[in-house]
C-alpha cells in the first residue's frame, strides 16, 4: 500500500463514521425546563406566562411542577397560582397551586442565601388527546401582585406508559 492511499482511507474512515452516526436515532429527553423573568421581579394577574409543551406521543403524559424562584423580597407568606392546559384555545385542564413561602410573613420556611426555590406539582400529570404543540399557561390568582419574583418556571419529566412487568 502507498503512503498516498494511507490518508484516503482515513478520510474515508472518517466518512463512513459520520454517515453511522447520522444514522442513528436521537432519544428524547424526559426533562425539560423552561424559565420566565418577570419584569422588575414583579408579577400580577394581569401577566399569566405560557410555556409551549411538545406532546410526540398519544400515550404519553407529562409529570408537571411549577417553579418560583424568589429573590429575598418576601411580602407575603403564600400566594395563589393556577395552570391552563390548552390546544388551538381551547382550555383542555385547570390546576390551582398553593405556594407556601413562610410559616409566618417575614420567615423562609427553607432558607439560602440569595434565591429561595419553591415548587408545587400538579395532581395529575398532564395528558394530551393528541399529538401536537399544547400551551401551559401559568397565572397568579391573587389580586396584589407578587413581588420578589426571579424567574418563573415550570419542568416537565416525560412518563412513558407502563409495560406489564410481570409475565406469566
Do not use: N, W
Given at each position: 500500500m502507498s503512503l498516498f492511499r494511507l490518508p484516503y482511507l482515513h478520510h474515508l474512515g472518517w466518512l463512513?463514521?459520520?454517515?453511522?452516526?447520522?444514522?442513528?436515532?436521537?432519544?428524547?429527553?424526559?426533562?425539560?425546563?423552561?424559565?420566565?423573568?418577570p419584569h422588575e421581579g414583579r408579577w400580577s394577574s394581569e401577566e399569566p406566562y405560557a410555556f409551549d409543551l411538545l406532546f410526540t406521543e398519544r400515550e404519553e403524559s407529562l409529570a408537571?411542577?411549577?417553579?418560583?424562584?424568589?429573590?429575598?423580597?418576601?411580602?407575603?407568606?403564600?400566594?395563589?397560582?393556577?395552570t391552563r392546559l390548552s390546544f388551538r384555545g381551547e382550555v383542555l385542564r385547570i390546576d390551582t397551586l398553593d405556594f407556601s413561602f413562610a410559616p409566618r410573613q417575614g420567615a423562609w420556611?427553607?432558607?439560602?442565601?440569595?434565591?429561595?426555590?419553591?415548587?408545587?406539582?400538579?395532581?395529575?400529570?398532564?395528558?394530551?388527546?393528541?399529538?401536537?404543540?399544547f400551551v401551559l399557561e401559568v397565572a397568579l390568582l391573587d389580586s396584589l401582585p407578587l413581588e420578589g419574583v426571579a424567574q418563573l418556571g415550570i419542568h416537565t419529566h416525560r412518563q412513558r406508559p407502563q409495560q406489564d412487568i410481570i409475565k406469566q
Open positions: 463512513l463514521l459520520l454517515v453511522l452516526s447520522s444514522c442513528s436515532t436521537e432519544q428524547v429527553k424526559d426533562d425539560y425546563y423552561a424559565f420566565r423573568a408537571t411542577e411549577v417553579i418560583l424562584r424568589m429573590d429575598s423580597r418576601l411580602d407575603r407568606p403564600k400566594a395563589r397560582v393556577e420556611e427553607r432558607p439560602g442565601i440569595i434565591y429561595h426555590d419553591f415548587s408545587r406539582g400538579l395532581a395529575q400529570p398532564l395528558h394530551a388527546p393528541h399529538t401536537g404543540l
